[in-house]
């Protein structure tokens, strides 16, 4: 908001104050919203001037309601319509009227050239590959604005439109998230244009510092005032680590926890914090879950909130209260508990947009994934605004858990505003990979592996991207797994909102945070496979590379993927220890994008081509391929793409899990 009646933060807080009592109409512009990327104090309060945020993305136009083709999972390729320009098409991903700002781009696999059109301009402001825009490439959206992290791309960055937004791309078949805001009607907003990246060079360059080491985001102030805790606690026992008058604010909230090894998981599940502001609690989560990775210390630095190895744990949000805080932890553990840190109070002008700091954590044991269905991240009722989630699981297998789309709902929606195309797309990565990264606005810190095995930790912040409620907001987020198992789950939410307002969490338990423990892996093995991930590669379109998969043998399978069509094909190499004549055998995996094939062995076919088409992800049984004649060291395995089932998504990818050899017996 370029006007002024944003600044600095407490400055700022004074400032916004004033520009509301006048009833002032701050004008929208590129240089505020980047200030607005950094500014945490924001978050406090209730927008002015007021917007939505809302979402377009490729989820699967099956999903149509509760009770038709909810959890369709068809998430790519889908959009607002096709348009000929000239002699190509464009495929439109968002199509607004303004006032507004798109705020978050992000795709798993982006695709041809991007446009984005502005209050129905015939020519585009900003024209580029899709790869460059998202992936740090394009000049003046650098890194940390974009770039690709753990295989999802991301593009951070306030583009305003006075009247109208149309993005679109020339390609299709890709998976995409176009987050934006969309103000009143007559908010003044000053449009983009591509000299905003020069013309304010040295701003991007202030706020790319701030997000790359978020830490710095708010240096301590002349006035504030450190009040410093050290309690031990017992079993059972509870303690208050301060207690202050208002108007004020919490600005920061350090607590140096003293590492005993293997990352202090119980212990730090068992201490609850709980925070009480004017008289409503409004914060109670485990310690290590409500700074962002639950359970233990899993190092990271986002902009609200951040840890590392040592244990530091320490949170930035800004908390502001009218008359009274008060912290609290209690330990619901068995044994005694150290807690040290500091609080960092400063003078906040209390205003009627003045909004309380609110952080909920539920857990969910044995969650059985055998049916789909939406599981609660948070329900309240109230004037606020949603500010993310820190996500925790643990999978007993390496298979994929989080096909699941995120659904929010705002101020009464039948028909969420935010719908997904997968809980890793959300976060911010994509293709379920097991990669820790680490970002100002969304972070993996942990995934224990092999593939998704194990504990991982996962957070995501809405600062640009916040959305605001004046009536009551849900978020749900499917629980998608590809196999049937059981898993424990648990979430911490955070926003803000009016006083009184309502929220659906229960009462923490000594049994919700006694921590399951997690089973050990066991690769499993065919004796004498030959493993399709370490076959060598010798020929190839698209991208071919091992992927995680539970029940493989070894753990992995060689998928190829991206790019091939019909007539392509893959030559894998294979070594034979001894020439002879073989009987051979190979086990596959089928999906709704695999295509249909013909196997040869050194030229030779092996029998009609195969359909790995299946209506989700399985293993086949053992195949017989034929017998065939085999050289001493390295023999060719082929797979030529021939077409697809008529079901399936056309993308005609396929997976080797593993070959067998068997001799044959000589008559």
């Not at 969490?505 to 065919?526: G, I, M, N, S, W």
């Amino acid at each position: 908001m370029g006007n002024g009646c944003r600044s600095g933060w407490l400055r700022g807080a004074v400032v916004a104050a004033a520009c509301l009592a006048s009833g002032l109409a701050a004008a929208v512009d590129t240089a505020g919203l980047l200030r607005e990327m950094v500014d945490l104090e924001g978050l406090a309060a209730f927008p002015s001037p007021a917007f939505t945020c809302r979402q377009f993305s490729s989820y699967d136009r099956a999903s149509v309601s509760p009770t038709q083709n909810w959890f369709a999972n068809g998430d790519r390729g889908h959009f607002l319509r096709v348009e000929e320009v000239g002699e190509r098409k464009e495929y439109v991903l968002m199509d607004a009227e303004g006032p507004g700002a798109v705020v978050r781009i992000w795709s798993a696999n982006p695709e041809g050239v991007l446009r984005l059109y502005l209050d129905r301009g015939a020519a585009p402001v900003l024209e580029a590959p899709m790869k460059d825009v998202l992936g740090g490439r394009f000049p003046g959206l650098p890194r940390p604005f974009s770039g690709e992290r753990s295989r999802g791309w991301n593009l951070y960055f306030p583009i305003p439109y006075a009247q109208h937004c149309k993005i679109t791309s020339d390609r299709n078949g890709f998976y995409y998230h176009v987050n934006y805001r969309t103000y009143a009607e007559g908010t003044p907003v000053t449009s983009f244009t591509p000299s905003d990246l020069e013309r304010l060079r040295g701003e991007i360059e202030r706020v790319g510092a701030i997000l790359s080491s978020p830490g710095g985001a708010q240096p301590p102030l002349p006035e504030a005032v450190p009040h410093r805790f050290d309690v031990a606690l017992p079993a059972g026992g509870s303690a208050a680590l301060g207690s202050f008058g208002g108007p004020q604010a919490i600005q920061r909230f350090r607590v140096q926890w003293q590492p005993s090894g293997d990352r202090d998981e119980p212990a730090l599940r068992a201490v609850i914090l709980s925070l009480t502001f004017d008289g409503e609690t409004t914060v109670e989560a485990p310690l290590g879950d409500f700074f962002g990775s639950g359970p233990g210390i899993d190092a990271f630095e986002s902009l609200p909130l951040s840890m590392n190895a040592e244990g530091v744990l320490e949170s930035r949000w800004l908390m502001p209260f009218r008359e009274r805080a008060e912290i609290r932890v209690r330990n619901l553990g068995s044994g005694t508990a150290q807690v040290r840190g500091e609080v960092t109070t400063v003078p906040y002008p209390w205003t009627d947009a003045s909004l309380l700091f609110h952080a909920k954590w539920r857990v969910q044991h044995d969650l059985s994934t055998a049916e789909k269905f939406d599981w609660n991240y948070l329900s309240t009722t109230g004037k606020g605004v949603f500010a993310g989630v820190a996500f925790a699981l643990d999978n007993p297998v390496k298979t994929w858990w989080g096909e699941g789309d995120e659904k929010i709902y705002v101020d009464g929606e039948t028909f969420p505003s935010h719908f997904g195309t997968g809980t890793e797309d959300y976060f911010g990565y994509a293709w379920g990979s097991p990669d820790p990264f680490s970002h100002a606005y969304h972070n993996q810190p942990r995934c224990d592996g092999p593939g998704n095995f194990g504990r991982t930790s996962l957070n995501r912040f809405h600062v640009l991207d916040r959305i605001p409620f004046t009536r009551d907001f849900r978020f749900d987020m499917e629980i998608w797994h590809w196999k049937t198992c059981t898993i424990h789950a648990a979430v911490t939410a955070y926003w803000y909102a009016r006083p009184g307002a309502r929220d659906g969490f229960a009462a923490l338990t000594a049994d919700d945070v006694a921590l399951r423990p997690a089973p050990e892996y066991v690769v499993p093995r065919v004796e004498g496979a030959i493993e399709g991930e370490k076959m060598t590669i010798l020929a190839k379109t698209g991208t071919v590379e091992p992927q995680p998969w539970d029940g493989t043998s070894g753990g992995f399978h060689m998928w190829w993927r991206h790019g091939q069509k019909p007539g392509d094909t893959l030559v894998l190499g294979f070594e034979v220890p001894q020439a002879g004549r073989y009987r051979v055998f190979g086990r596959f995996l089928k999906a709704v994008d695999y295509g249909v094939a013909q196997l040869a062995v050194n030229g030779v076919k092996a029998g009609e081509p195969m359909d790995f088409f299946h209506d989700g992800v399985i293993l086949t049984g053992e195949i017989e391929l034929g017998t065939f004649d085999l050289a001493q060291g390295r023999n060719r395995f082929e797979i030529s793409i021939t077409g697809a089932n008529e079901k399936a998504v056309k993308s005609y990818m396929t997976g080797v899990d593993y070959l067998l050899l068997r001799p044959a017996q000589i008559r």
